[in-house]
């Protein structure tokens, strides 16, 4: 048998010079005139380790990273081709202490497989969910993603069976499936990863949606910062397609659902759901006024589900094993398996699927390392430029959409940013107006104009301006965008800038004083 070798191919990885270690190993190969087969797959999501290379050895697969370019001639003189020891050697893959401790339901097969290798993507249990349902009325598979407990994972965590009733209750000529792929929450990839490393299991749960609400058509909405992503969508959706899982007649039922890829323009509202669908109509992304919901109107008008990325696809595995299987994960309203993204200053910046419910300090501390630097950790921002930043103090908090909320805090697409103790938190209040008023789509007044009044008002008291009186403008301020604005983008701005006032009220002292301390 001739060996294969596993280099990633995600766009994380190439960032890391996966693409230069492939090349070595290549030339490698070539120079000792072995025949080895070189196969592209995801990211595992241990970026710490990457470029992460994997032998498959008689006896599993074999790890090695990071490897630099440097690092090949050497791993081939330790023979690493049979799994033999190197400075780089980290052993089977799944016994890494940061893969070994996760739960891999949606990300089961990501990194493992050839990405564009349907094959591969069938051995591993893909397809088994949309048998599954085709054997189901469009009634039964809604209850059943109902019973699972999944709710959403783009940012509301609004029940995802809930939606999908609306859909199929709602009467249309034409209904889609609209997949947000924008993901533009700071620190956040986990759609990026399931894209580019089992795109195939997004095609499966889009199709899943379509058959269980009616919708023949789909639409996957990615931002334009993604181009490996959209690459290898296309190339999966036309496979698919020549396969018949997608097509006039879903893997020879009566179905039919087909699909296609949309890249967006880099405008952060256009994750909104109503902006997304603005955009992807071809006008400029603007967010509409609910009702009517998408699930009504959507799309053209047309009754629409929109979910996110991780959402759609972590469909297949519930309708593989089972609502009861995947909601016996998890804790309160809060089920299954949510793959947190650790980012920032962390030591070991990864994606990390788990049940909901493992606490904020064994994410940032036990998973995550504490920070880079070395120095303590003084702030996590959780759920994106719209969340919370929390303190040590609040690192008890259970990873869970209400724990969370209870707290003035939000899961969101579940990014985790790590802050060390040289951040300023002034800074990071200002940062989040600042990024408001940017990213602002200007149809309400709060969000608009409040953003840009809360940077002067920040900036006032960073210059020891009337301090006090100008704090109290700023909570009054984040209340009227709280309770005033249309969408989440002005709502939202308050969680940042409040919980860094109310957790860190030191770094908004006076100037003199801030200077002093400094
Ligand atoms: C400003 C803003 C940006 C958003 N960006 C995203 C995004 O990038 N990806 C996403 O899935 N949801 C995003 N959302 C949430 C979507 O509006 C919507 O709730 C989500 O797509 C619904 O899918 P889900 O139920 O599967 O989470 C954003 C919301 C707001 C207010
Ligand atoms: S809150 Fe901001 S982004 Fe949302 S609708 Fe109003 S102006 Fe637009």
């Known amino acids: 048998m001739i060996p294969r070798i596993y280099i990633p191919g995600d766009s994380g990885a190439l960032a890391l010079g996966a693409e230069k270690v492939a090349k070595a190993i290549a030339s490698e190969l ?28 008689a006896n599993g697969r074999v790890a090695y990273g990071p490897v630099k370019p440097s690092d090949v001639k050497s791993l081939f003189d330790s023979g690493f081709l049979t799994g033999g020891h190197h400075k780089r050697w980290l052993g089977a893959p799944d016994k890494i202490p940061f893969l070994a401790k996760q739960t891999r339901l949606t990300f089961a097969r ?22 599954n349902a085709l054997g189901l009325t469009p009634a039964a598979i809604v209850a059943e993603v109902t019973e699972s407990g999944l709710r959403g994972r783009g940012g509301a965590g609004f029940p995802t069976g809930i939606k999908w009733k ?46 269980a609400t009616g919708a023949t058509k789909g639409f996957v909405y990615v931002r334009s910062e993604y181009p490996h992503a959209v690459a290898v969508m296309n190339k999966a959706v036309e496979i698919a397609r020549k396969a018949g899982v997608l097509g006039a007649s879903v893997l020879g039922s009566a179905y039919a659902f087909d699909m296609e890829i949309r890249v967006g323009a880099g405008a952060y509202v256009c994750g909104e759901e109503t902006a997304l669908l603005d955009s992807l109509e071809g006008k400029r992304g603007m967010v509409r006024a609910k009702p009517p919901l998408p699930a009504h109107k959507g799309l053209f008008g047309k ?39 650790i980012a920032g200053n962390v030591k070991h910046a990864g994606l990390f699927e788990a049940a909901f419910g493992m606490t904020l300090g064994e994410i940032v501390d036990g998973i995550g390392g504490g920070t880079a630097t070395g120095l303590p950790v003084k702030a996590v921002q959780v759920g994106g430029p719209l969340g919370a930043y929390f303190p040590r103090a609040l690192f008890d908090t259970p990873f869970d959409y209400e724990a ?56 006032r008291i960073a210059a020891g301006i009337e301090p006090e009186k100008n704090l109290a403008l700023v909570t009054d ?42």
Request: net charge negative; aromatic share 8%.
């Open 110 to 131: 990501c990194g493992v497989t050839d990405p564009l290798s349907l094959e591969s993507y069938k051995k591993y249990g893909g397809l088994n969910g949309l048998t």
């Open 303 to 341: 009754p629409t589900v929109i979910n996110n990325v991780i959402s759609l696809a972590s469909v297949p595995v519930i309708m593989d094993k089972g609502a009861a299987f995947y909601k016996d994960f998890g804790m309160g309203r809060s089920r299954g398996t949510i793959p947190i993204q």
């Open 477 to 518: 301020l984040c209340n009227t965008m709280k309770f005033g604005s249309l969408c989440a983008l002005g709502g939202f701005t308050p969680y940042p800038v409040m919980s860094s006032i109310t957790h860190f009220p030191d770094d908004f002292k006076p100037a003199p004083v801030r200077v002093a301390a400094e």
């Open 166 to 211: 609306t859909v199929l209750d709602t009467s249309g000529d034409r209904k889609y499936i609209v997949c947000n792929a924008d993901e533009g929450d700071s620190g956040t990839f986990a759609d990026r990863m399931i894209m580019e490393g089992d795109p195939f299991v997004l095609i499966e749960g889009m199709t899943i949606a379509g058959i």
């Open 30 to 57: 070539a120079e000792r005139g072995i025949e080895a087969k070189i196969v592209r797959n995801g990211s595992r999501g241990a970026y710490f380790l990457e470029p992460m290379v994997e032998v498959a050895t």
């Open 404 to 459: 969370f909320a209870a707290k003035d805090g939000l899961i969101g697409h579940a990014g985790i940013v790590v802050f060390d103790d040289t951040a300023d938190m002034l800074k990071q209040a200002r940062f989040a107006m600042e990024f408001c008023a940017i990213e602002s789509c200007g149809k309400c007044t709060p969000c608009r104009i409040g953003s840009t009044r809360g940077v002067e008002t920040i900036d």
